[in-house]
């Protein structure tokens, strides 16, 4: 009788099938909640050298491909032109990137870093660590890999081409908020 037992314990401990609604329930708010609370902490960092959230990221781009155009940076970093637009006007005012011509057509406009932008480069970089440091407090090294490993999966399987929508109880799909 107790030989049974234990393999009914066995049958239900058994891995979940990948459609069993349950096991990512929460999964989309604790990744945003993470998310927003890096991006938060990253903020806080950044403050000591003059920039805001998601400056850091236009320098890191100039930093890492020099000039470039504000639509190159908009696609480079996700984001629509209008916003890079406004984030390189408050980049410029504070000093951090100048607009110049473009050397083979001039009718282009190529943002640049100014010397006060590249030295901005290592507090950006001295942020993102503290701030990871933070995020992995108490996290082993193999931890922090599969925490990497499983994000980078999470990421590649929602950019994935193949993505389907959605559909609700009653066959509609979902719209966006």
């Known amino acids: 009788m107790g030989k049974k037992h234990k393999d009914d314990k066995k049958a239900k401990a058994g891995k979940k099938k990948p459609h069993d609604d349950g096991r990512a329930s929460g999964l989309g708010v604790a990744i945003v909640q993470a998310a927003r609370s890096m991006r938060t902490v990253l903020s806080r960092n950044l403050l000591e050298s003059g920039l805001y959230a998601g400056q850091d990221g236009v320098l890191l781009a100039l930093g890492e491909n020099g000039g470039m155009t504000a639509g190159a940076l908009a696609a480079h970093l996700g984001v629509k032109a209008p916003t890079m637009t406004r984030t390189i006007g408050r980049l ?20 640049h870093l100014t ?42 399987n929602l950019r994935s081409p193949n993505a389907k929508p959605v559909e609700d109880e009653e066959g509609s799909v979902a719209e966006e908020i």
Request: proline residues 3%; without cysteine.
């Open 115 to 156: 010397p006060a932008g590249r030295a901005s480069l290592r507090a950006i970089v001295e942020a993102s660590r503290i701030s990871e440091e933070q995020a992995l407090e108490g996290l082993s090294d193999k931890e922090t890999r599969t925490l990497l490993k499983l994000l980078r999966a999470v990421d590649d």
């Open 92 to 111: 410029e005012a504070q000093g951090f990137v100048e607009k110049r011509p473009d050397s083979d057509d001039g009718r282009l406009t190529v943002v």
